[in-house]
């Protein structure tokens, strides 16, 4: 009988696979998704409290995923790069990701990591870059996107946004969270961000 793990794997990679992105596309091929799954003990994050909302408000696609990670939110680790050194208590109390699979995540992969990035209502994810490239999903609307030294735009849930190598970028969400699926590869897979601009643009 599949556990609820490899139930969240099948979900993620369902979603990936009707995701209508070359991009996407591509990075999916490219993962083995026969992986060794990975003992970890559950942790819980303030910002789980916002996964009802994101679970209503997730697009029909979506949704399967959003809900099964709302229902079993309490036997996933969960996890932050951040301490309120960076980026103040408001931030930690709102923000958090689920690693499905990486270096770091209920699955072993040491060449990609994806998961879930959790954002709460009314939080400014600073300017920041790595060295991997980064593809993101957002499974929810209205939050705002910035990359290098461009304006905030509102993206919409399901719209592919890429970033590479080095290149900063920030969100902000306005009255409702932010979930969005992220795919890291091509770089340290458990590096802390860059805090700032001065990536390559």
């Not at 060449?111 to 490239?133: F, T």
Request: net charge negative; glycine share 10%.
């Amino acid at each position: 009988m599949p556990t609820i793990f490899d139930q969240l794997l099948d979900r993620f990679h369902v979603y990936l696979a009707g995701v209508d992105s070359d991009l996407v596309a591509d990075a999916v091929a490219r993962i083995s998704w026969n992986m060794q799954a990975r003992t970890l003990e559950p942790r819980a994050l303030g910002c789980l409290r916002h996964l009802d909302r994101i679970a209503e408000r997730a697009q029909p696609h979506s949704k399967p995923l959003a809900r099964f990670v709302a229902d079993h939110r309490d036997e996933l680790r969960w996890g932050q790069t951040y301490t309120a050194g960076d980026f103040g208590q408001a931030f930690i109390d709102s923000y958090g990701w689920l690693e499905v699979f990486g270096t770091r995540g209920h699955f072993v992969n040491d060449e990609v990591a994806a998961g879930l990035l959790i954002l709460g209502p009314g939080i400014v994810y600073p300017d920041h870059h790595h060295i991997a490239e980064e593809i993101y999903v957002p499974l929810t609307d209205g939050t705002e996107w910035r990359m290098g030294e461009g304006d905030f735009h509102v993206r919409a849930a399901g719209e592919i946004i890429h970033h590479a190598s080095n290149v900063s970028h920030a969100m902000r969400t306005r009255k409702e969270p932010l979930m969005a699926l992220y795919i890291w590869r091509g770089g340290p897979l458990a590096q802390k961000s860059t805090i700032g601009s001065e990536g390559r643009n």
